[in-house]
């Protein structure tokens, strides 16, 4: 075989992630606590999964951000994964999630993207900020007995959701729902807090916690293990893990070990798959 036959097998061969660029920078812990929280993490030499370090977890019940803000392609597929261990002989669930932001790097929340379905509606009356009864032309099919449901204002409702991630939702949660004539009212735990006239476009949306890409239950091993998940594409609307929710350009590294328990982590990645 030729050199250049056999340089070209070689390529061939060699799986692409050793040419993957993680995103997440000191995800090893090889340079101490560079972009993560002190009061999060700590960095231990004990048997890491590579290199001289890795990071322990401070706290059972712990959730970790990491400090860097990461900017990612919504048209494009990533691999999100990390390695784990326990600390103590307690299961924790692990959370491998992501905190996503939009483009001026403001936070976005499962509330501002989360839109009900069938929801869309308009005011049937305009509202002022001090209200707490904000009256809508239809509220049929609004449910809200789990206390998650709240109003988001000047919503579009041609079923592209264009508003999204919006910023314009009530601040406190739907406590009633009641027809009155032929208006809904719909009336909410505290002030409304804003401002719009009659006919404003409006739908229901539900609260959610961060982009959760993948969880493991249980999670018990004195030995390393992988947890990963492919990350496609942006939702149209919703607060799901497997894509990126509307907005998003920049993302910040959320790990949770739910249930109690402590975790050892190392090689925090995120990769474009191509």
Known sequence: MSKVKALLFA?????FALWAQNLVNNGDAETGLENWNQDQVQVVTENPHSGENCFKMIN?????????VIPVDGTK??????????????????????????????????????????????????CKPEDTV???????????????????????????????PNENVTAS????????????EVTLKKPCGMAYTAETKVRAHH???YMYATHVKEFQSKDWKEVAAE????????AGGKQFWPGT???????????????YLDDIQLEEVK
């Open 173 to 184: 949660e739907i406590t009633k729902i009641e027809k009155k004539d032929n208006v809904w």
């Open 231 to 238: 990350i496609k594409g942006t939702m149209k609307s919703g």
């Open 60 to 68: 059972p019940y712990g959730k970790i951000i990491g400090t860097a």
């Open 249 to 263: 350009k920049y993302v910040q590294i959320v790990i949770l070990a739910g249930g109690g328990g402590m975790l």
């Open 134 to 164: 904000i009256k809508v032309k239809n509220a049929s099919s609004w449910k809200f007995d789990d206390g998650c449901t709240f109003i988001a204002f000047d919503t579009d409702d041609s079923g592209e959701y264009k508003d999204l």
């Open 11 to 15: 390529v061939s061969v060699v799986p």
């Open 77 to 126: 597929t990533y691999k999100y994964s990390g390695w784990f261990k326990s600390v103590d002989d307690k299961k924790p669930t692990i959370y491998l999630g992501l905190s996503p932001m939009t483009s001026d790097k403001k936070t976005i929340t499962a509330l501002q993207v989360n839109a009900m379905q069938g929801t869309d509606t308009a005011l049937a009356v305009g």
């Open 207 to 209: 609260a959610g916690g």
